[in-house]
């Protein structure tokens, strides 16, 4: 019965030999519950998310097992990879733009954890053995229902790293054999992809315990040379937040007034150009202000991949960078993966527009 913790990961550098090797999918983590026709969905947090995927509880009543408790992730694909921000746009609070969205853009699941089966549980089967019976359970479930892809080879884990991406997939995850599924601990491991980008930083966000820096606002310049918000970088130790407030204090504007973000307060901006402060329902009575600075110095940050022009999670500074100048922080220097079909990694899934 729920709520269960989800077993979770630890970031590492390389694959580790001698585990059970799997994908990263970059979607919602989802424990889905069946017990006849009753479905319950739940995000990581315990958050019910089946209102919100009703073409997803249509095909797990179809096409799972009567009783199960399943692990994965809910997925949205556009084309041949998958699409993070269309998946965003499935969580709406209106019932007609949840029902016209789940068939626009439909979700699919991909399950790779199998925690009970009929009236077993099985959160103290090895890792080898629910695997197998993962198999077993959803063998010949079709879309939108998929079995995660799984090996124990290493050379193929190390291609998947390289070829996955393509698809829109995170990096990879790699589980030991022998362990049972430990709720709330991190003793699964991921390796994701992580790449560099000299970027402008243009202003900045005050941390939530007060006057002290909680995140550095990032820029690039597009083609036409107007400076885009692509992110933050937000994960410094507290005495190191308190001397960039001093060290950053010089560059401090008074006002928004001839910054390139000027016009931030504005929706109509928003459509026009990328800028901290969009509003949006995942935003709510946030506040959203921020402290312009001019856009003078350039950073070197870490990140994973970018997906609609900005950074897809929080980048990593790494360093400052006085030998850039900040108009040569484009987007022609960040690395494109080679594209990957999806359907290459969830055979039989149907295309989608």
């Known amino acids: 019965m729920p709520p269960v913790r989800p077993m979770l990961a630890k970031s590492a550098a390389r694959i580790p030999e001698g585990m059970l090797y799997e994908a990263k999918w970059d979607g919602f983590r989802a424990l889905v519950f069946r017990d006849g026709d009753e479905i319950e969905i739940g995000s990581r947090s315990g958050r019910p998310l089946g209102r919100y995927f009703p073409e997803l509880v249509a095909a797990f009543r179809e096409r799972l097992p009567g009783r199960c408790v399943l692990d994965g992730e809910i997925v949205v694909a556009r084309g041949p990879r998958l699409d993070f921000d269309a998946l965003l746009e499935r969580i709406h609070p209106a019932g ?144 190191r937040r308190k001397e960039l407030m001093e060290e950053l204090a010089p560059l401090r504007m008074e006002s928004a007034e001839g910054h390139p973000w000027a016009d931030w307060a504005e929706a109509e901006a928003h459509e026009r150009d990328r800028m901290p402060g969009a509003p949006s329902r995942w935003t709510g009575t946030k506040d959203l202000s921020w402290v312009p600075l001019r856009p003078e110095r350039v950073c070197e940050v870490a990140y994973d991949h970018m997906q609609a022009g900005r950074f897809r999670h929080t980048a990593r500074f790494r360093r400052w960078r006085p030998d850039r100048v900040p108009e040569s922080c484009t987007y022609a220097q960040l690395e494109e993966p080679v594209g990957y079909d999806l359907s290459s990694v969830l055979p039989g899934r149907r295309p989608s527009g």
């Open 96 to 239: 007609s733009r949840v029902r016209l969205l789940a068939e626009r853009t439909p979700a699919g699941y991909v399950a790779f954890d199998l925690l009970a089966l009929g009236g077993d549980s099985l959160l103290d089967t090895p890792q080898r053995e629910r695997r197998v019976a993962l198999e077993a359970a959803l063998e010949g479930a079709g879309d939108p229902v998929f079995t995660a892809p799984a090996t124990y080879d290493i050379g193929l884990a190390r291609r998947w790293f390289e070829q996955f991406e393509g698809a829109g997939l995170d990096g990879v995850v790699a589980k030991p054999p022998g362990l049972g599924y430990r709720q709330g601990e991190r003793v699964m491991v991921k390796v994701k992809h992580e790449r560099t980008a000299d970027c402008v930083l243009a202003g900045l966000r005050h941390h939530k315990s007060g006057p002290v820096v909680g995140s550095l606002l990032l820029g690039l310049y597009d083609d036409v040379g107007r400076l885009q918000h692509v992110g933050v970088c937000a994960a410094f130790p507290m005495r």
